[in-house]
């Protein structure tokens, strides 16, 4: 079976958190009163370090991410917000 497209899987996956695209749960404060940062620096970075179904380690229908490069760190002060260069996507 062939890999999942990138346009496919940013379809698909919803939930990842790149400087490009922000999920609705990435918005919400975290348990310590900060708030989540982007674990990828952009949507490509992602994909690259992703592996999809039906490799083993997916479970069902899930991705797997591993990798994260953190590039504003692991907590943010306040929500992140895509600045102009990136055009925020709706999750």
Not at 28 to 46: I, M, V
Not at 75 to 82: E, R
Request: proline residues 9%; charged residues 20%; positive net charge.
């Amino acid at each position: 079976m062939a890999r999942i497209t990138f346009e496919r899987a940013k379809a698909k996956y919803v939930h990842r958190f790149t400087m490009e695209h922000v999920p609705s749960w990435a918005r919400k404060q975290r348990p310590d009163g900060r708030y989540y940062a982007p674990q990828y620096a952009s949507d490509a970075e992602w994909f690259a370090l992703t592996l999809f179904p039906p490799n083993e380690m997916c479970y069902g229908t899930d991705c797997f991410s591993s990798g994260q490069t953190w590039p504003l760190g692991d907590c943010l002060n306040s929500p992140y917000v895509v600045s102009a260069r990136f055009p925020q996507e709706r999750a």
